[in-house]
């Protein structure tokens, strides 16, 4: 409408439309984060199997969005693991901050809950920093960690159910594919500093309280994979 009435472009409106609902595309996106581990548990498959053409479509895909990516970071004189940062932190944020300030819109649509800015407490690096710890993620009690550590086991849980063979039988003829097993680990990747702030202690640990809650909406999405 803006573009008829306001007289702008039809780019600049699909710009401000991005703005707009950018926090609205962590849903789907979340959806499919938990789709390839929902797979490997339920031992079913989203993706074309290896042996069907139709494999090289979501392969060119990727490779065509990474490698345009990359090169862009690399014409700004950006480093490959700057891209690489970048590029999981997206997964990150979508489903841990994004997810979560949906959420909490949606709560207070609903008059469920009322908006509250809380400031929180920032990190601030000093010269007696240990600097093994820079690069390191720092965690504590909000809920907004329990998305992405939620979905780190969910991810861990399917893979050991497909190392250990523990999924369900397969329907059809058609079971878990090379291309969910690979979508899973790489989901693994990209919330590494979860993983690792499992096994961390202090601010660079999750809290324990974050990881029972994480566990407990875990162990719910596997026995609704399993039911």
Known sequence: M????????????LAYLWVLIWGLHSVPELCYVVLPAYCIL??????????????????AIFVTFNLHTLREYLKTDLSIRACWNNLRMARITAASGHIFGVFIVVLKLLGIADTVFEVTQKDQSSDSDDKGHVTKFTFNGFAVFVPGTTLLLVHLIALLALLLRLQSPVHGGHGVGIGEVFCSQLMVLCFWPFLKGLFEKGKYGIPSSTI??????????????RS
Not at 45 to 56: D, M, Q, R, S, Y
Not at 212 to 225: D, E, G, I, Q, Y
Request: proline share 7%; aromatic share 12%; with cysteine.
């Open 42 to 59: 339920t031992h079913s498959h989203f993706l074309p199997k290896v042996e069907e053409p139709a494999i090289w479509i979501p392969i």
């Open 2 to 13: 803006a573009t008829l009435t306001a007289k702008l472009q039809f780019r600049m409106c």
């Open 212 to 225: 029972v809650k994480s566990a407990a909406l875990a162990s719910a999405f596997v026995l609704f994979c």
